[in-house]
């Protein structure tokens, strides 16, 4: 499935566990290889992510599982703290 580019502005970004991460701010490209690098995702949810001093974080595209209506990515422990409800399941 194709998709363009602009469409993944402002989409919500998950992990594979069902964690919101935050929303998609801008698609970083390699031109010459003419594919995604990362994308810039911003509004981070304040429970998964230190963000404090950061605005965003660059999530590399060879994590995205899903792009759909929401994008998932793949799950890394040492990147995303739990958050509290995760570790009473």
């Not at 402002?10 to 010459?32: P, Q, R, S, W």
């Not at 690098?37 to 230190?50: H, I, R, T």
């Amino acid at each position: 499935m194709k998709t363009q580019v602009t469409e993944l502005f402002g989409m919500n970004v998950y992990t594979d566990k069902a964690i919101l991460v935050g929303e998609v701010d801008d698609v970083l490209l390699d031109i010459d290889g003419k594919k995604i690098d990362a994308l810039a995702v911003g509004k981070l949810n304040p429970e998964l992510a230190d963000s404090k001093g950061h605005r965003g974080l660059l999530i590399p595209f060879r994590i995205i599982k899903n792009v759909g209506d929401v994008i998932i990515v793949r799950h890394i422990s040492t990147a995303f703290r739990s958050t509290k409800d995760e570790n009473f399941s």
